[in-house]
């Protein structure tokens, strides 16, 4: 009885912890000066321009962090484990590297490096996708590292290739579609991670939504809050949908015949 | 036990490793390693581990490159082509189905990359999982069958694309004792129905002279002997493939010339033998008699029991331990401490020369 007490008093005590903030933001972005509620400031989430482009630009940020990193990652990890197992150790070291480094160092360190950018590519906030990489590199090294694990790679991309699959074959659809879980974790993770991101927009001037979050929460506080919390149960969503795929997947009912 | 024949209508293609060297570091996997495989044929690779027999299927398969020599098949050079080019189906010692498609979609992948249109592509998988008698578990994934089911559904993959040469690598090894004398005799079954020359590597004697037309023994990257199963037993060439192959007692004997004196009796020798000075006779526990005789040479000492023939103990007066064979009722009075007389049959043994 005494246990089953604490156990409730816990999850109250949890339950308040969270909640409350968010209620009160809920709370502080539908007032109304004179009293009452209104939904101006989360309808502003869409008819401020600067907002809604910075959303914009956050959702397109994440999608093309996500492209890129699958891109880079997925061919280099399926090939260190196949062809050069002795550099595992050095690509996840490599990978997790970017943990270890301050945002702000990076910032400092990669202004050349975007000096080059914004020259031969482009100046827009959408470059921000190269450093982003970098960033979700950890996490998403640690989600598709433990799928390839729980995978005989190599023999089943031997057996494939025996059968007469090329690289791109063995790739696309003999690993992926087996680490499947493992893939969608790198990309949610991802997301969430470039949609909260601040400090490296902000040092280099860039506007995505937590820079204009933070730049509203001077002029517009309420539309500011509407924003955040609306970013915050997005990546909630995002990481309910995470912990859903991670509770692992059967094999996929989709039939090649 | 096995058919041992060559499937003469087959559609099988010549094989040929040429002088292949493989080093790993400052290990040499195979050593100026040269084999030659009829059309049809199934050879067997055996030995212990490390002896680069799976290095040599490797190759041939094209997962592996070796530092110089050829593969040709079918008269065709194939070293430098690629494994997806190479025409070969292979099976893995790990299970090595995809886990995310039937066993139906399995058998037909290989199909599937080279074009085929899916009604053919099914039909196909159909007959091929009827082959290997899982006609009823195409729609099954991977982890729904057993480690026996498995490894069939993966000889019918191999199979389906209708390779010039099939490769076998140890897929055996993971099963239980009764599955893999099943599985064996029924690899060797489809193997002489369709014809395609196969190697096959294990490091298991009994299955390799259960089912190969030929047996290839290997020892640190070369082949030391390639025989039918009859003729690596009876006739081994060396001392390896003596000691490898089946049980063997080792006893002092004298050769001299095309016999030696081996425990009072003259024995023909094999060729490769010690013609002169002491050597050791490799004589296999079937070619040695026991008699239980008041004035013998040698004493029991333990005696087993395995179906019809008894496998008895026996330590010879001032010498070693020897192995010997018996039938069960020739044994009865064989008990442990029983003063014995053992002799040697006439048929040719390997000597060697002492240590």
């Known amino acids: ?257 | 036990m096995s058919t041992h024949r060559t499937g003469a209508d087959s559609t099988g293609v010549e094989v040929v490793l040429d002088g292949l060297t493989r080093r790993f570091g400052d290990v040499v996997a195979l050593d100026r390693f040269d084999l030659t495989i009829a059309p049809g044929e199934m050879v067997a690779l055996l030995g212990p581990s490390g002896c680069g027999k799976t290095t040599a299927l490797r190759i041939l398969a094209g997962l592996d490159r070796a530092d110089s020599g050829h593969v040709r098949v079918g008269g065709r050079d194939l070293t430098e082509v690629p494994a997806n080019k190479r025409d070969m189906g292979m099976v893995f010692q790990a299970y090595s189905l995809f886990p995310h498609m039937t066993v139906a979609d399995n058998v037909a992948f290989g199909l599937r990359m080279r074009g085929v249109g899916q009604k053919q592509r099914q039909a196909r998988a159909a007959e091929m999982l009827d082959l290997v008698g899982l006609q009823t578990q195409g729609g099954r994934y991977a982890h729904q069958l057993s480690g026996g089911q498995q490894q069939r559904v993966a000889l019918a993959r191999a199979l389906a694309i209708e390779p010039s040469v099939l490769l076998l690598d140890e897929p055996l090894s993971a099963l239980d004792a009764k599955v893999r004398t099943q599985l064996r005799e029924e690899i060797r079954r489809v193997q002489v129905e369709v014809g395609t020359t196969t190697v096959f590597v294990t490091h298991d004697q009994e299955e390799a002279l259960a089912i190969a037309d030929r047996v290839g023994v290997m020892s640190e990257g070369q082949l030391e002997q390639i025989a039918p199963p009859e003729e690596l037993y009876t006739r081994p060439r060396t001392r390896f493939v003596a000691e490898f192959v089946g049980l063997t007692n080792r006893l002092p004997a004298t050769p001299d010339g095309a016999a030696a004196e081996i425990l009072g009796s003259q024995v023909p020798l094999l060729a490769g033998s010690a013609t002169a000075g002491a050597g050791i006779a490799l004589v296999r526990p079937e070619s040695l008699s026991v008699a239980p005789s008041g004035d013998g040479n040698a004493t029991v000492v333990t005696r087993s029991f395995l179906g019809s023939l008894c496998r008895v103990v026996c330590e010879l007066d001032g010498g070693p331990e020897v192995v010997a064979q018996a039938l069960i009722e020739e044994a009865t009075d064989l008990h442990p401490g029983v003063r014995v007389r053992v002799t040697v049959s006439r048929s040719p043994v390997l000597v060697v020369a002492g240590d």
């Open chain 1, 1 to 257: 009885m005494g246990w089953r007490l604490m156990r409730w008093a816990l999850l109250l005590l949890f339950a308040v912890f969270f909640v409350v903030p968010l209620y009160a933001m809920l709370d502080f972005s539908t007032r109304q000066a004179g009293g009452g509620r209104t939904g101006e400031a989360w309808a502003a989430l869409v008819q401020d321009p600067q907002l809604s482009s910075a959303i914009i630009t956050s959702l397109l940020l994440a999608a093309l962090t996500v492209l890129g990193m699958l891109l880079l990652l997925l061919p280099t990890m399926i090939w260190v484990r196949l062809r050069v197992p002795k550099a595992t150790r050095f690509v996840e070291f490599l990978c997790l590297l970017p943990l270890a480094i301050p945002a702000l160092v990076i910032v400092v360190g990669m202004r050349n490096v975007y000096t080059w950018v914004n020259y031969l590519i482009s100046d827009s906030a959408l470059t921000l996708t190269f450093v982003y990489i970098v960033l979700v590199l950890p996490y998403a090294y640690r989600a598709i590292d433990s799928a390839l694990s729980g995978l005989d790679v190599k023999t089943l991309s031997e057996a494939a290739r025996s059968l007469g699959a090329g690289w791109p074959t063995v790739i696309a659809r003999i690993v992926v579609p087996n680490i499947w879980s493992g893939v969608l974790s790198a990309a949610f993770i991802s997301v969430a991670l470039v949609l909260g991101e601040f400090t490296i927009a902000s040092l280099t001037n860039y506007e995505n939504l937590q820079v204009v979050i933070n730049l509203l929460g001077k002029s517009a506080a309420r539309v500011s809050v509407a924003a955040s919390l609306a970013s915050l149960i997005f990546a909630t969503v995002l990481l309910m949908a995470l912990s859903y795929v991670g509770r692992g997947r059967r094999a996929q009912e989709g039939s090649l015949l």
